[in-house]
């Protein structure tokens, strides 16, 4: 679990300001897990530290179980002065490969001093534009500013890619941004139809059941299950300091959402319930990608919610 200082507890109050605000759910693709989910991609494998919960680093997410209202949708590649910048307009098909990319400030010089948030300094994404090959990532920043995410092979199509992140210094301090860029993947590219509304999917042997589905404009309480071979899963071991990291895609505009439980860290004693207080910011078919970790290995599920 996090270790908070006065630092981090600032964080935390500048952040719950603004919790009144639009933010969402979604089950993530992070680490090669070997789900059988079409449509998905899993991206690297956890780092040690992310496998055992025990990397040491604030979090200064805003209110239990809800994130950062300042975030927006994510579909902007600059906000107030600082932007998300590549050379990369083009990426391979079929093959692994690398996006380099940086965050420059309000002065234009890249961004190098970021805050810790669930153990990471920077959160990136990419999902093509019918919510597939989804892949949650952790880069590597080099002295320069120079952030490099290894993606898995990349279906042809138009790909958008997030920075999840917050200045630890400027004018943008303890603020949480999540901007993306789009990216071209050549081929012919077939679109995958977005799987029809449930609220119950199974992955790795695991079934996850969704409970409350959230309404637009208003925060509501929402409980994911994990049950396997009938029986309540109570081995969830912590990610990213938290049981679960979800995150969200709007179908037709990829407008972003993310959120993690506000159930307690306890050791390697999580679920079978996972509390949330969700709040999906548009009508339409959210795409949800819910991460979770059990005997060091991490699973991923997908489903797609229907917000009235």
Partial sequence: MSTFTPSSLRRRALAAAGTAA???VTLAACGSSGSSMPGMDHGTHPSAASSTGSTPGMNHDSMAGMDHGSMGD?????EDGYTLTSTATELPTGKDTTYAFRITGPDGKPVTSFAVDQTKRLHFYAIRSDLTGFQHLHPTMAPDGTWTADLAALTPGTW????????????GEDRDFVLSRTVTVPGTAQATPLPAPTTSTEADGYTITVKGIPMVGMAHPMTVTISKDGKPVTDLQPYLDTYAHLTAFHEGDQAFAHLHPETKVNRDNGGPDLAFQAM????????????????????TAALTLRVG
């Fill in 22 to 24: 639009v933010l969402a």
């Fill in 280 to 299: 999906l910011p548009k009508p339409g078919n959210w795409r949800l990608f819910l991460q979770f970790q059990t005997g060091g290995r991490l699973h």
């Fill in 74 to 78: 994510g579909l902007v590649d600059a």
């Fill in 160 to 171: 958008r890619a997030y920075a999840s992140f917050t200045p630890d210094t400027g004018t």
